[in-house]
């Protein structure tokens, strides 16, 4: 078991074997090699389904891809497993922008900066 903490400071066990599909996809992910790193970061999440990190990194894939809708996805499973993690906020706020969703984009934007401010 690996542990971690989110930015809202809670602790997070991960397994081990977890944590190494999520290494070898992120590496994956840096090389531009995004269908190889979706398929570790779903290995990362069938070992750990409340994995919220790996959901995360999972929608960066699709959304680089220009799969912004399975990104949305990703991204909405990620919040509901760490709704304090102002990254994914963001993340997802960019990928509304990219489809039209203005309004929607703006509020996961003011809710990103609302967290990382502490409020």
């Not at 944590?19 to 290995?43: G, N, P, R, S």
Request: glycine residues 4%; hydrophobic residues 35%.
């Amino acid at each position: 078991m690996i542990t971690a903490k989110t930015n809202q400071g809670v602790t997070v066990v991960v397994p081990k074997e977890a944590e190494l599909e999520f290494l070898m996809a992120t590496e994956l992910m840096h090389q531009k090699k995004y269908d190889d790193a979706i398929k570790y970061y779903k290995k990362a999440i069938a070992i750990d389904p409340e994995y919220s990190l790996a959901w995360h990194y999972k929608g960066n894939c699709y959304d680089d891809m220009g799969k912004h809708d399975d990104a949305c996805r990703a991204y909405d499973m990620a919040l509901k497993l760490d709704p304090y993690h102002s990254d994914t906020w963001y993340n997802k706020s960019i990928t509304l922008n990219k489809i039209g969703k203005t309004a929607d984009a703006k509020s996961h934007a003011d809710t990103a900066i609302n967290l990382e401010l502490g409020r």
